[in-house]
């Protein structure tokens, strides 16, 4: 498993889902994925951005095994809850930004959470995008196909260009990580457009890497994010209840089972129906990939311009 190509992103968008939609039903099970802080930070004191009426919850999902450090951050999402605008919004963080990670100088934003976890990951939000993250769900990608299943699918659009890399991944899901072969045969692509695909299929689809960019991938799993959103909104308290069994045991979070009540019934009010996206860094203010031979790839960024147009995507215009 550790040297799979993840799908965490698609992951912990189903956490939020599971534990802001469905975690009524799921109450008494919180406990066991919540790690308290062990210091109040004192908001007062903190110089990067906070608004009242907006919560944003760092999303990590890791490139192994383990939940909490030692692993990579394969994907990372920020989450807003807009209360004041009724709205939820989602943005993709490049794996590969180069940032500057306290302690260890400038390299992948990647590397942060194997270093010391969410804890290092935080500050590198607050010292290169001057936000303040509170909250964090992690996650790993053990259920990510149980989780597809039990909501029977989700309907994506493949493009033609794309389809021999889906099948060509459906070997090694199916093959090596879906544990419903007894139950389900395997079956491949065969035609382009939007359609709906079951576990290891939407594993495959969101694993497409090398035909076209990290960017059109980052889009795939905000797609495939999307699409679960939707599903889940049409599901009710027994599908939530499947979902949160399977996942909760790959999980940890710092929100308190009766802060995600509260962050529960705020979603459950707002009822966004169509989430707004972004990727960072935006594509207008990328200076591109450079090659390091101590880095790797890495991606520069415009910090002024990009953090700019971010901070408006979160805030809004007013703030």
């Known amino acids: 498993m550790?040297?799979?190509?993840?799908?965490?992103?698609?992951?912990?968008?189903?956490?939020?889902?599971?534990?802001?939609?469905?975690?009524?039903?799921?109450y008494s099970k919180l406990n066991s994925i919540y790690v308290k802080d062990e210091v109040v930070k004192n908001k007062e004191?903190?110089?990067?951005?906070?608004?009242?009426?907006?919560?944003?919850?760092?999303?990590?999902?890791?490139?192994?095994?383990?939940?909490e450090k030692g692993n990579r951050s394969d994907s990372v999402m920020l989450v807003t809850?807009?209360?004041?605008?009724?709205?939820?919004?989602?943005?993709?963080?490049?794996?590969?930004?180069?940032?500057?990670?306290?302690?260890?100088?400038?390299?992948?934003?990647?590397?942060?959470?194997?270093?010391?976890?969410?804890?290092?990951?935080?500050?590198?939000?607050?010292?290169?995008?001057?936000?303040?993250?509170?909250?964090?769900?992690?996650?790993?990608f053990v259920s990510f196909m149980d989780i597809m299943d039990e909501l029977g699918g989700v309907e994506v659009n493949v493009?033609?260009?794309?389809?021999?890399?889906?099948?060509n991944s459906i070997d090694a899901c199916y093959e090596y990580y879906?544990?419903?072969?007894?139950?389900?045969?395997?079956?491949?692509?065969?035609?382009?457009?939007v359609q709906r695909l079951n576990g290891y299929q939407a594993l495959a689809f969101s694993r497409i890497r090398y035909t076209d960019s990290a960017f059109a991938r980052d889009n795939r799993h905000r797609e495939v994010a999307q699409s679960v959103y939707k599903e889940f909104l049409k599901k009710g308290p027994?599908?939530?209840?499947?979902?949160?069994?399977?996942?909760?045991?790959?999980?940890?979070?710092?929100?308190?089972?009766?802060e995600m009540l509260n962050l529960g019934y705020t979603v459950l009010n707002?009822?966004?129906?169509?989430?707004?996206?972004?990727?960072?860094?935006?594509?207008e203010y990328r200076n591109g990939h450079i090659i390091s031979k101590e880095k790797g790839w890495v991606l520069e960024w415009d910090k002024e311009e990009n953090l700019k147009a971010w901070h408006k995507f979160i805030y809004g215009e007013d703030n």
């Open 178 to 193: 879906y544990n419903r072969k007894d139950e389900v045969e395997k079956e491949y692509i065969t035609k382009a457009g």
């Open 2 to 26: 550790k040297n799979f190509k993840k799908i965490s992103l698609i992951l912990i968008s189903i956490i939020v889902i599971i534990g802001l939609v469905g975690v009524g039903f799921v």
């Open 45 to 67: 004191e903190s110089k990067a951005s906070m608004v009242d009426g907006i919560t944003n919850i760092l999303l990590v999902g890791t490139d192994g095994e383990y939940v």
């Open 159 to 167: 493009e033609e260009k794309n389809i021999d890399s889906i099948n």
């Open 238 to 258: 027994d599908e939530y209840k499947r979902c949160s069994d399977i996942i909760l045991e790959n999980t940890k979070t710092n929100i308190s089972p009766m």
């Open 81 to 140: 809850i807009d209360s004041n605008k009724k709205d939820i919004k989602i943005s993709s963080i490049a794996r590969d930004t180069y940032v500057d990670i306290p302690g260890y100088g400038t390299e992948k934003m990647t590397h942060a959470y194997a270093y010391e976890g969410i804890d290092l990951l935080k500050e590198v939000f607050k010292v290169n995008f001057d936000i303040d993250v509170d909250k964090y769900i992690a996650v790993n």
């Open 270 to 283: 707002i009822n966004d129906k169509e989430i707004d996206q972004l990727q960072f860094p935006l594509e």
